[in-house]
Each structure stands twice: as C-alpha cells, then as structure tokens.
C-alpha cells in the first residue's frame, strides 16, 4: 500500500483519495487516475467523481480526459463550473478549449 491507495477503502473511497494528491494548478486524466488506483477503469473514476456531493473537498475539477479537454457534464453546467475552477488555479485552455498536458499534467510518484 502507498499514498495512492488504500486497498482496505472501497474502491470511490481509493479514487477519491487518489484525486486529493493532484497538487493546484495541475490535471491528471481518468486513465491516469485508473491506473494509479488498480482494478478500475477511467469510466469509473468518471462515475464516481460524477457521485460527489457539490460541496465535496476532493478537487474533482482537476481531472479531464486523455485528449486534455473537460468531458461534458449533464446540461454543462459542471462542464463551465470545471473550465473556471481550472482557470482560477492558472491552468490555461487552448482556442480548441484543451489543456496542453505536456505543460500542465500531474507527474505523480507512480509515474516517474
């Protein structure tokens, strides 16, 4: 077991604790996040960053698709609410509204 999971957590509680690493001003993608947790897909953490509360203290903005671009959300809402909590963190949108991963991607522990 490391920082990144607690396999004695049920799997939302693995991938929550997972997102709590992304430091401000960085992303990390579904994928990444799948692979750093084990035995899910980036369709799960999608799911269960969708099942948090509004008022939640995992930073669920920070994660995006692997094209570097916010994944729509519902009646996007969550889609503008995603784009200006990045923006305030000075995470910066292409005119293609992607995110330039090279720049602004996590490098966690487990990825070096």
Request: overall charge positive; hydrophobic content about 35%; some cysteine.
């Amino acid at each position: 077991m490391d920082i990144y999971s607690k396999e004695d957590q049920p799997l939302y509680e693995q991938i929550y604790h997972c997102v709590k690493q992304i430091p401000q001003g960085k992303v990390a993608t579904y994928g990444q996040i799948a692979k750093m947790v084990g035995r899910c897909s980036a369709q799960m953490v999608g799911f269960s960053l969708a099942a948090l509360k509004i008022k939640s203290n995992v930073p669920w903005h920070r994660v995006i698709n692997h094209k570097g671009k916010i994944s729509p959300h519902g009646d996007g809402l969550g889609t503008s609410l995603q784009k200006e909590l990045l923006l305030s963190e000075g995470i910066e949108f292409d005119d293609t509204n992607a995110i330039d991963l090279a720049r602004f991607q996590w490098k966690s522990k487990k990825d070096v």
